[in-house]
Protein backbone atom coordinates (compact mmCIF):
# COMPACT_ATOMS: atom_id res chain seq x y z
CA UNK A 1 0.00 0.00 0.00
CA UNK A 2 1.00 3.45 -0.87
CA UNK A 3 2.48 5.41 2.70
CA UNK A 4 0.33 8.36 1.26
CA UNK A 5 -2.89 6.75 1.90
CA UNK A 6 -2.10 6.17 5.57
CA UNK A 7 -1.02 10.08 6.25
CA UNK A 8 -5.37 10.82 5.59
CA UNK A 9 -6.66 8.14 8.09
CA UNK A 10 -3.78 9.33 10.70
CA UNK A 11 -4.27 12.78 10.92
CA UNK A 12 -8.00 12.01 11.29
CA UNK A 13 -7.49 9.68 14.34
CA UNK A 14 -5.28 12.47 15.54
CA UNK A 15 -8.02 15.65 15.35
CA UNK A 16 -10.38 13.32 16.93
CA UNK A 17 -8.19 12.76 19.62
CA UNK A 18 -7.13 15.97 20.37
CA UNK A 19 -10.66 16.99 20.15
CA UNK A 20 -11.65 14.77 22.84
CA UNK A 21 -8.73 16.04 25.18
CA UNK A 22 -9.83 19.56 24.75
CA UNK A 23 -13.47 19.27 24.80
CA UNK A 24 -14.13 18.44 28.20
CA UNK A 25 -15.18 14.96 27.25
CA UNK A 26 -12.63 12.62 28.38
CA UNK A 27 -12.48 9.50 31.25
CA UNK A 28 -10.31 10.13 33.42
CA UNK A 29 -8.92 7.12 35.86
CA UNK A 30 -8.88 9.19 39.61
CA UNK A 31 -6.72 7.96 42.66
CA UNK A 32 -8.45 7.29 45.56
CA UNK A 33 -7.80 7.70 49.26
CA UNK A 34 -9.87 4.83 50.05
CA UNK A 35 -11.91 1.44 48.56
CA UNK A 36 -15.31 3.17 46.45
CA UNK A 37 -18.37 1.31 46.84
CA UNK A 38 -20.58 0.76 43.66
CA UNK A 39 -23.43 -1.15 45.71
CA UNK A 40 -25.84 0.63 48.52
CA UNK A 41 -28.87 -0.70 50.08
CA UNK A 42 -29.33 -2.94 46.90
CA UNK A 43 -28.77 -0.08 44.63
CA UNK A 44 -25.90 -0.52 41.77
CA UNK A 45 -23.88 2.84 41.65
CA UNK A 46 -21.80 4.12 39.17
CA UNK A 47 -18.21 5.03 39.72
CA UNK A 48 -16.26 8.01 40.34
CA UNK A 49 -14.53 7.63 37.37
CA UNK A 50 -17.71 7.42 34.87
CA UNK A 51 -17.72 11.08 35.09
CA UNK A 52 -16.37 13.31 32.35
CA UNK A 53 -14.33 16.41 32.95
CA UNK A 54 -16.14 19.69 31.70
CA UNK A 55 -15.02 22.03 34.18
CA UNK A 56 -14.26 25.62 32.80
CA UNK A 57 -10.18 25.83 33.54
CA UNK A 58 -9.95 21.93 35.09
CA UNK A 59 -9.69 20.45 38.23
CA UNK A 60 -8.55 22.61 40.68
CA UNK A 61 -6.45 21.43 43.77
CA UNK A 62 -7.24 22.96 47.37
CA UNK A 63 -5.38 22.25 50.46
CA UNK A 64 -8.10 21.39 53.66
CA UNK A 65 -5.94 23.57 56.16
CA UNK A 66 -6.18 26.54 54.23
CA UNK A 67 -9.90 26.33 52.67
CA UNK A 68 -12.72 28.85 53.98
CA UNK A 69 -16.03 28.51 52.72
CA UNK A 70 -17.49 31.76 53.62
CA UNK A 71 -21.51 32.69 53.85
CA UNK A 72 -21.70 36.28 52.65
CA UNK A 73 -24.11 38.85 51.36
CA UNK A 74 -27.00 39.85 52.43
CA UNK A 75 -27.00 38.16 55.95
CA UNK A 76 -26.86 39.46 59.49
CA UNK A 77 -24.18 37.22 60.82
CA UNK A 78 -21.76 36.40 57.81
CA UNK A 79 -19.77 33.14 58.63
CA UNK A 80 -16.22 31.52 58.01
CA UNK A 81 -15.43 27.57 58.29
CA UNK A 82 -12.65 25.46 57.76
CA UNK A 83 -13.26 22.58 56.16
CA UNK A 84 -12.63 20.70 59.78
CA UNK A 85 -15.52 22.92 60.62
CA UNK A 86 -18.00 22.13 58.57
CA UNK A 87 -18.07 18.32 59.14
CA UNK A 88 -17.71 18.40 62.85
CA UNK A 89 -20.29 21.65 63.44
CA UNK A 90 -22.86 20.33 61.50
CA UNK A 91 -24.81 17.01 60.85
CA UNK A 92 -23.79 14.73 57.92
CA UNK A 93 -26.36 13.07 55.54
CA UNK A 94 -26.24 10.12 52.94
CA UNK A 95 -28.52 9.54 50.26
CA UNK A 96 -28.19 8.54 46.62
CA UNK A 97 -28.71 11.16 43.74
CA UNK A 98 -28.73 10.97 39.88
CA UNK A 99 -26.37 14.03 38.11
CA UNK A 100 -27.46 14.82 34.55
CA UNK A 101 -25.17 16.44 32.30
CA UNK A 102 -26.23 18.29 29.24
CA UNK A 103 -23.84 16.42 27.51
CA UNK A 104 -25.95 13.30 27.77
CA UNK A 105 -24.39 11.27 30.49
CA UNK A 106 -25.83 10.42 33.89
CA UNK A 107 -24.49 9.08 37.16
CA UNK A 108 -25.91 7.75 40.24
CA UNK A 109 -23.67 8.10 43.28
CA UNK A 110 -23.86 8.31 47.13
CA UNK A 111 -23.35 11.13 48.20
CA UNK A 112 -22.27 12.42 52.13
CA UNK A 113 -22.70 15.99 52.68
CA UNK A 114 -24.02 18.31 55.34
CA UNK A 115 -27.51 20.45 54.27
CA UNK A 116 -26.80 23.86 52.93
CA UNK A 117 -30.33 25.09 54.35
CA UNK A 118 -28.43 24.28 57.63
CA UNK A 119 -25.25 26.07 56.90
CA UNK A 120 -27.09 29.46 55.78
CA UNK A 121 -29.36 29.69 58.81
CA UNK A 122 -26.47 29.78 60.74
CA UNK A 123 -26.03 33.21 58.92
CA UNK A 124 -29.42 34.02 59.38
CA UNK A 125 -30.57 35.75 56.03
CA UNK A 126 -32.20 38.87 55.76
CA UNK A 127 -35.95 38.78 54.60
CA UNK A 128 -35.05 40.36 51.27
CA UNK A 129 -33.09 37.67 50.45
CA UNK A 130 -34.53 35.51 48.18
CA UNK A 131 -31.59 33.75 46.11
CA UNK A 132 -28.42 31.62 46.69
CA UNK A 133 -25.36 32.24 44.65
CA UNK A 134 -22.50 29.39 44.37
CA UNK A 135 -19.12 30.78 43.60
CA UNK A 136 -16.17 28.27 43.13
CA UNK A 137 -12.35 28.27 43.65
CA UNK A 138 -12.20 28.46 39.79
CA UNK A 139 -14.11 31.51 39.36
CA UNK A 140 -16.80 29.69 38.12
CA UNK A 141 -21.00 30.57 39.70
CA UNK A 142 -24.21 29.68 39.67
CA UNK A 143 -27.63 30.58 41.55
CA UNK A 144 -30.72 28.85 43.14
CA UNK A 145 -33.80 30.07 44.36
CA UNK A 146 -33.33 30.37 48.42
CA UNK A 147 -36.52 28.84 48.63
CA UNK A 148 -35.42 25.75 47.07
CA UNK A 149 -32.78 25.59 49.47
CA UNK A 150 -34.75 25.67 52.30
CA UNK A 151 -37.25 23.62 51.46
CA UNK A 152 -35.35 21.03 50.07
CA UNK A 153 -32.37 18.75 52.06
CA UNK A 154 -30.00 19.39 49.51
CA UNK A 155 -26.35 18.71 50.51
CA UNK A 156 -22.53 19.82 50.09
CA UNK A 157 -21.05 16.94 49.72
CA UNK A 158 -17.71 15.99 51.03
CA UNK A 159 -17.95 12.08 49.96
CA UNK A 160 -18.92 10.03 46.86
CA UNK A 161 -19.58 6.26 47.31
CA UNK A 162 -17.69 6.33 50.74
CA UNK A 163 -14.32 8.46 48.95
CA UNK A 164 -12.92 12.08 49.85
CA UNK A 165 -14.33 14.07 46.97
CA UNK A 166 -11.12 13.64 44.75
CA UNK A 167 -9.87 16.69 43.55
CA UNK A 168 -11.24 16.50 40.06
CA UNK A 169 -14.58 16.23 41.36
CA UNK A 170 -14.77 19.35 43.30
CA UNK A 171 -12.97 18.85 47.29
CA UNK A 172 -13.62 19.65 49.56
CA UNK A 173 -17.39 20.39 48.56
CA UNK A 174 -19.98 19.98 45.55
CA UNK A 175 -22.94 21.22 45.72
CA UNK A 176 -25.91 18.07 44.70
CA UNK A 177 -28.34 19.96 43.33
CA UNK A 178 -31.14 17.55 42.96
CA UNK A 179 -33.62 17.70 40.35
CA UNK A 180 -31.37 19.84 38.65
CA UNK A 181 -28.98 19.80 35.49
CA UNK A 182 -25.42 19.38 36.16
CA UNK A 183 -24.26 22.98 35.64
CA UNK A 184 -26.05 23.68 38.94
CA UNK A 185 -23.81 21.34 40.30
CA UNK A 186 -20.98 23.74 41.09
CA UNK A 187 -17.54 22.24 42.25
CA UNK A 188 -14.94 23.36 44.84
CA UNK A 189 -17.63 25.72 46.59
CA UNK A 190 -15.51 28.59 48.43
CA UNK A 191 -18.33 31.00 49.14
CA UNK A 192 -22.53 30.91 49.00
CA UNK A 193 -24.01 34.51 48.90
CA UNK A 194 -27.07 35.96 49.68
CA UNK A 195 -28.90 38.75 47.34
CA UNK A 196 -32.49 39.47 46.32
CA UNK A 197 -31.01 39.46 43.16
CA UNK A 198 -33.43 37.10 40.66
CA UNK A 199 -31.79 37.91 38.03
CA UNK A 200 -28.50 36.85 38.71
CA UNK A 201 -26.64 34.38 36.08
CA UNK A 202 -24.02 32.12 36.51
CA UNK A 203 -21.42 31.14 34.27
CA UNK A 204 -23.15 28.95 31.74
CA UNK A 205 -26.53 30.66 32.67
CA UNK A 206 -24.59 33.97 30.98
CA UNK A 207 -24.26 31.99 27.96
CA UNK A 208 -28.07 31.05 27.29
CA UNK A 209 -28.49 28.10 29.42
CA UNK A 210 -31.63 28.23 31.54
CA UNK A 211 -31.43 29.84 35.06
CA UNK A 212 -33.68 27.08 36.70
CA UNK A 213 -31.86 24.30 35.47
CA UNK A 214 -35.22 22.21 36.17
CA UNK A 215 -34.29 18.34 34.91
CA UNK A 216 -38.04 18.57 33.80
CA UNK A 217 -37.22 21.76 31.18
CA UNK A 218 -35.01 22.68 28.40
CA UNK A 219 -31.16 23.23 30.20
CA UNK A 220 -31.45 26.25 27.24
CA UNK A 221 -32.89 29.57 28.24
CA UNK A 222 -36.58 29.76 26.20
CA UNK A 223 -36.43 32.83 23.70
Not at 72 to 81: N, V
Amino acid sequence: MNKKHLKLPLLIILIILTISLFSGCTNQKIELDGVEIREYQGERLNSINDFRENSIKGPQYLEKDNYTLTISGLATTPQYYSYDQLLTLFTSYTKVVILDCVEGWRVRILWDGILVKDIVQTAQPNQTANTVIFRAYDGYSTSLPLDYITENNILLAYKMNNITLPPERGFPFQLVAESKWGYKWIKWVTEIELTDDENYRGFWEQRGYSNSGNLNESFFEPK
